[in-house]
């Protein structure tokens, strides 16, 4: 009773100083000379809308409480700290992190038999791999109401109704996502949950987006809006601008979008919301593209391209994927523990009824404790076996790196030094020569413009030699390149593209080094004997395939009549060597199309 006293008294010192966002500096004064114990269930205690405000602070504070659950043995405040963690870790984007702890919280609640608290932190786990397998998160997710609604405590099922409905949302079900929401909205209004309120109008907002109903959306995100910007919310202030940027992308506004996104994302950046600004970086891009601003999409692809990195992420996703098979693989581990020792219950009452069952019974566990201490053995030489295995392979990949850098220093080096070397020479011919000799001034210009292309071709392959698989975002992000160098030289021709992929494609070196070079040869030749004014390119995906559509306005020609030039002739080899089709489409007057398929991965 004491300890809950001075708890209060610190809750009620601090809210009395704390103001705009210093809560963490003003709970840090508080607790400074009472005892341990006591400074563990104020950090315990912190508030959730207050340790999202600041998340450096909090974070240092919270690891401090880390320290002293461990220090002191308090399995219960420890679990508390590492949920708070994990809820750290999300608005960071450390998707690894933010599992480990979650699952950290979820043993120890379960251990204690804190029915309650171990529904609220499974909502958390399937919440926070929606993004990875929407399966499992469902699944942790019902769990998590079914577990809070045994207790009877309807204050912590509130966000959780929440978070299922928007589960509903991202899996395309706006109707259950809105019976959700709407549920869990009854219950915040009746415990007048202000902060709750702030999510709750933002996620009806999100649905009603989905729904196209704009006008009905708007009045939620505005809602939500005023009431963060009361509590001085900042997370819930910056996330508010993105929803209402999602809203306008929607409505097809695009302007109003980028304005509202990039408010998004400022905010995101000076709290250290990395997840929110990695979004807001990805949605501007597609903005700019919307509107033809090439230029700046390609300038806000590179900084969601840094915040996303995608080698980390791969790298974390096994990781998270491997966490949760460790979590399931040791709760089926404690199940069959428990079933042993309701086996070995069982057989103790056996044997005051029949000695031969108690025999054969010790028996057959002696048999059990031989076969898996076996089986101990034959996974412990399997390990080993694989262990020994991967290092070879990593060692054999290692040497390829090498082999390929020093390849491609020696191109670069060689190859591109003598090349510019070619084409200062001739430069500086053109000087020398004389100035009425026309036909040796522009052969000279013909061989350095082959010159200066041959550079260029150079520098793309030491790119492909470089990269052992090409990502589509990389791959993207070169023709946006390519088409912001081609406007330079051709400003009278338009250029669309219209980029409709959203699932992870992953190309070979080859295999992206010979579409792009499809793409370059085609927009070259459209530049230089189309007489063009407009190039249209449309990049889709289905299930197995991903197709690529170059289109122009120029002159065109005729197939029959006319030969395939080598250009022609390249596309069609480059794109069969990596067992793809390509269909080349052109009549007199109207035009050239040409038509790339080939296999996702």
């Known amino acids: 009773?004491?300890?809950?006293?001075?708890?209060?008294?610190?809750?009620?010192?601090?809210?009395?100083?704390?103001?705009?966002?210093?809560?963490?500096?003003?709970?840090?004064?508080?607790?400074?000379?009472?005892?341990?114990?006591?400074?563990?269930?104020?950090?315990?205690?912190?508030?959730?809308?207050?340790?999202?405000?600041?998340?450096?602070?909090?974070?240092?504070?919270?690891?401090?409480?880390?320290?002293?659950?461990?220090?002191?043995?308090?399995?219960?405040?420890?679990?508390?700290?590492?949920?708070?963690?994990?809820?750290?870790?999300?608005?960071?984007?450390?998707?690894?992190?933010?599992?480990?702890?979650?699952?950290?919280?979820?043993?120890?609640?379960?251990?204690?038999?804190?029915?309650?608290?171990?529904?609220?932190?499974?909502?958390?786990?399937?919440?926070?791999?929606?993004?990875?397998?929407?399966?499992?998160?469902?699944?942790?997710?019902?769990?998590?109401?079914?577990?809070?609604?045994?207790?009877?405590?309807?204050?912590?099922?509130?966000?959780?109704?929440?978070?299922?409905?928007?589960?509903?949302?991202?899996?395309?079900?706006?109707?259950?996502?809105?019976?959700?929401?709407?549920?869990?909205?009854?219950?915040?209004?009746?415990?007048?949950?202000?902060?709750?309120?702030?999510?709750?109008?933002?996620?009806?907002?999100?649905?009603?987006?989905?729904?196209?109903?704009?006008?009905?959306?708007?009045?939620?995100?505005?809602?939500?809006?005023?009431?963060?910007?009361?509590?001085?919310?900042?997370?819930?202030?910056?996330?508010?601008?993105?929803?209402?940027?999602?809203?306008?992308?929607?409505?097809?506004?695009?302007?109003?979008?980028?304005?509202?996104?990039?408010?998004?994302?400022?905010?995101?950046?000076?709290?250290?919301?990395?997840?929110?600004?990695?979004?807001?970086?990805?949605?501007i891009t597609q903005c700019y593209l919307e509107l033809n601003d090439y230029k700046n999409a390609f300038n806000y692809n590179k900084i969601f391209q840094a915040l996303k990195d995608s080698a980390t992420n791969i790298q974390t996703n096994t990781r998270v994927a491997e966490l949760q098979i460790e979590f399931e693989t040791e709760k089926k581990e404690k199940e069959i523990a428990q079933q042993k020792e309701q086996l070995l219950k069982s057989e103790l009452e056996i044997k005051n009824k029949n000695l031969y069952a108690l025999l054969l019974s010790s028996g057959l566990l002696i048999f059990s404790l031989v076969s898996l201490g076996l089986y101990k053995r034959q996974q412990h030489k399997k390990r080993e076996y694989l262990n020994q295995l991967q290092l070879k392979e990593a060692q054999t990949y290692s040497k390829l790196q090498d082999q390929r850098l020093q390849i491609s220093r020696d191109l670069h080096d060689n190859i591109g030094s003598q090349l510019t070397f070619i084409i200062s020479s001739i430069d500086n011919l053109k000087f020398l020569t004389d100035t009425t000799n026309i036909k040796l001034k522009s052969k000279l210009l013909e061989i350095s413009q082959f010159a200066n292309t041959t550079i260029g071709q150079l520098r793309d392959t030491i790119w492909a030699m470089n990269k052992n698989e090409i990502t589509f975002e990389d791959f993207y992000s070169r023709t946006l390149a390519l088409i912001e160098k081609a406007k330079l030289v051709s400003e009278n021709i338009h250029f669309n593209i219209e980029n409709k992929i959203t699932s992870k494609i992953i190309f070979s070196s080859i295999k992206g080094m010979n579409i792009f070079r499809v793409f370059q040869e085609a927009i070259n030749n459209t530049i230089k004997y189309a007489e063009a004014t407009e190039i249209n390119i449309h990049i889709s995906e289905n299930k197995n395939s991903i197709t690529f559509l170059i289109n122009d306005n120029g002159k065109g020609f005729d197939k029959n009549t006319t030969e395939l030039g080598n250009g022609l002739e390249n596309m069609e080899r480059r794109i069969l060597e990596i067992e793809g089709e390509i269909l080349i489409n052109s009549e007199i007057n109207k035009g050239t199309s040409i038509k790339i398929v080939c296999p996702k991965n």
């Open 1 to 283: 009773m004491k300890l809950k006293l001075l708890y209060v008294f610190l809750m009620i010192g601090i809210c009395a100083i704390s103001q705009n966002g210093q809560y963490i500096d003003s709970l840090e004064i508080s607790i400074k000379n009472v005892s341990k114990e006591k400074k563990l269930q104020a950090i315990v205690h912190i508030p959730y809308d207050q340790f999202v405000g600041n998340i450096s602070k909090s974070e240092k504070i919270i690891n401090y409480g880390k320290e002293l659950a461990i220090e002191l043995t308090d399995s219960l405040s420890l679990a508390e700290i590492y949920f708070k963690l994990s809820q750290i870790s999300a608005y960071k984007d450390q998707s690894e992190q933010k599992i480990e702890y979650v699952l950290k919280a979820i043993k120890i609640y379960e251990n204690l038999g804190e029915t309650l608290k171990a529904g609220v932190a499974y909502g958390q786990l399937g919440y926070s791999i929606k993004r990875n397998d929407m399966d499992k998160a469902f699944y942790y997710m019902r769990m998590s109401i079914k577990l809070i609604e045994s207790t009877k405590d309807q204050t912590l099922v509130d966000p959780i109704y929440d978070n299922y409905g928007t589960l509903h949302l991202l899996n395309k079900n706006a109707d259950s996502a809105l019976y959700f929401h709407q549920k869990s909205l009854v219950l915040k209004k009746q415990f007048k949950d202000n902060v709750g309120l702030g999510y709750g109008y933002a996620n009806l907002a999100d649905t009603f987006t989905q729904l196209k109903k704009f006008d009905i959306a708007k009045k939620y995100i505005d809602s939500s809006l005023t009431i963060r910007k009361k509590l001085n919310d900042n997370y819930g202030i910056a996330v508010s601008y993105t929803h209402i940027g999602d809203i306008n992308f929607a409505e097809k506004k695009y302007e109003k979008a980028i304005q509202n996104y990039k408010t998004s994302g400022d905010l995101a950046k000076k709290y250290n919301y990395q997840h929110l600004e990695k979004y807001c970086a990805e949605i």
